[in-house]
């Protein structure tokens, strides 16, 4: 083999060993917004929390402007959504997951929460950090 040759050779492995880990972490992420998803609509706001980084640094941004810190945003969460019947059923629409740096990715999507007497909908934004092996949302702009 020539020396071109294996830099090519070499250059495929290191770009197709990157899209595979890509493809695991996208996956592990959709996996996290799954178990979001179902934790809400069990009715559980606080395991549905655990998809935040438990921090004072996590953001949340919605309707009425940021949040900053875990226990706040779940605080917010509960006064939103006192009970099962507020928090309705939840459906997300994934648009992209883009990763920025090897633990760092932004998300976009569209949620939808069906209630028995009204339906609240819009769009999100996140950034999911990997955080000692884990995806944790780190921000979340919600409107």
Request: charged content about 30%; cysteine-free; glycine content about 8%.
């Amino acid at each position: 083999m020539t020396m071109k040759r294996i830099l090519v050779f070499t250059l495929f492995l290191a770009s197709f060993s990157a899209f595979a880990q890509n493809a695991k972490d996208k996956q592990a992420i959709l996996n996290l917004l799954e178990k979001q998803r179902t934790d809400w609509n069990k009715g559980d706001v606080e395991a549905f929390m655990r998809g935040y980084e438990k921090s004072d640094s996590l953001l949340f941004v919605g309707k009425n402007g940021p949040t900053y810190g875990w226990q706040k945003t779940l605080d917010n969460y509960k006064k939103g959504y006192p009970d099962k019947s507020a928090m309705g059923f939840l459906v997300f629409g994934i648009k992209k997951v883009d990763f920025l740096k090897p633990d760092l990715a932004f998300v976009l999507g569209s949620w939808n929460v069906k209630r028995e007497k009204d339906e609240l909908k819009g769009y999100f934004t996140l950034l999911i950090r990997k955080i000692r092996g884990e995806w944790k949302v780190v921000a979340d702009h919600s409107s």
